[in-house]
């Protein structure tokens, strides 16, 4: 039989090139259980993953973890995406960059980097991360700058550090950057664990939200601010991936092939692997790429909703997560008939500190075994 390959190209590729890192940060989005996975895929097989991708017609690549500079062959990799005709893309904690290897990560081609931020403070910073990190994000950032990339910054809203977004905002000018995404966390891997925890309450983040509008309206074009609102607090789901198989491509680092980067977390789902598949079969004929594409998956209220086709059904993951069936309908959609279990999550974040109320778990290779 020949494939089927009515299906849109995938756009974007993202390669994760390790799990390791040497930040703990309790909101990660890896799976929870990164520890026991498979070894990592070696720099040919990377390679020969890469080139696939390109084929298939990706554009965009995101080389990513884990931390992605505790790749030694990460510039060998940059070089080859970017010859073939990728937009490279580096997303960094920025631990492992110095002068010499921005340098040759310039020269391999690489177009772009964004860097994470955990808050505008040190103590917070370095709590959230579990590590002393703070003054050497702040290094890393000048060095971005003087290689003359745009200073791109990243940072995870959540109960912690959203009362400091207009610190956070200050911090971002005050380095340089060009575009401040001030992404609310989403609650899947290790935020899912730490969830009770990191939940604002809505009062949080509305006026988190009304201080980044007035920051908007006094900076204007001279920092690009994104404020992701959490799908905790929306009425209906986003569109995730833009939709399942759709636009975009991960690859773990042992090689499985990711529809949405919380894919893993779905029970059942058979994911395939770059080292036993060819990527272009993956994408076209695999049980797990083709399990949520389309409608035909659908259930009600999603089935003959009108906005099925703009919002996909949502995120196969959250609804997993959060009512035991991935085909359910996200709950994050108030027309779900689970809707109340994002309504009293929230609510419980409005309640005074409570006695069975656990400490964070960072992440780390030791947590993730004991898991």
């Known amino acids: 039989m020949a494939p089927d390959t009515s299906h849109t190209p995938p756009l974007w590729l993202l390669a994760e090139l390790t799990y390791r890192c040497p930040l703990h940060c309790a909101f990660c989005y890896n799976p929870v259980d990164f520890a026991r996975h498979g070894e990592e895929l070696d720099t040919d097989s990377w390679l020969a993953t890469i080139s696939a ?15 992605p500079l505790l790749r030694d062959d990460l510039e ?47 103590e917070l910073n370095d709590f959230l991360t579990s590590t002393r990190t703070f003054e050497l994000k702040r290094n890393v ?11 791109v910054l990243n940072c995870v809203l959540h109960r912690f550090n959203l009362p400091h977004v207009g610190q956070i905002i200050e911090l971002a000018l005050e380095l340089g950057a060009d575009y401040l995404e001030l992404a609310n966390t989403q609650y899947y891997g290790w935020a899912r664990l730490n969830r009770d925890q990191l939940m604002p309450t809505a009062e949080q983040l509305h ?18 601010i994104l404020f992701v609102v959490p799908d ?7 569109a995730c991936m833009n ?15 990711l529809p949405c980067h919380a894919a893993r977390s779905l029970p059942g789902l058979v994911l395939p692997n770059v080292r036993d598949v060819p990527l272009r079969q993956i994408w076209y004929e695999s049980d797990a790429f083709n399990a949520f594409r389309g409608d035909s998956w659908m259930r009600e209220p999603c089935r003959s ?14 609804s997993w997560l959060l009512t035991g069936d991935p085909a359910a309908a996200d709950p994050a959609c108030a027309k779900s008939p689970h809707h109340d279990r994002i309504v009293q999550a929230v609510a419980l974040a409005r309640k005074p500190k409570r006695d069975d109320e656990r400490p964070l778990v960072f992440r780390s290779k030791q947590n993730s075994l004991a898991l």
């Open 53 to 67: 991708a390109r084929e298939l017609g990706a554009a965009q690549i995101g080389f990513s973890g884990g931390e």
């Open 76 to 122: 060998t990799l940059v070089a080859h995406a970017r010859k073939i005709g990728f937009y490279t893309n580096l997303i960094t904690s920025g631990v492992g960059l110095n002068a010499a290897r921005i340098e040759r990560l310039r020269e391999a081609g690489l177009d772009h980097i964004q860097l994470s931020l955990q808050d505008s403070t040190r």
């Open 243 to 257: 939709g399942w198989g759709t636009v975009f491509l991960g690859v773990a680092p042992d090689g499985a092939a």
């Open 141 to 151: 950032a000048q060095l971005i700058k003087a290689h003359g990339y745009p200073m």
């Open 305 to 318: 909703c009108d906005e099925r086709h703009v919002d996909h059904g949502g995120c196969r993951c959250q």
């Open 232 to 238: 905790y607090f929306e009425q209906r789901p986003k």
């Open 207 to 224: 006026e988190a939200e009304e201080t980044v509008n007035r920051y908007r309206a006094r900076i204007g074009e001279r920092c690009r």
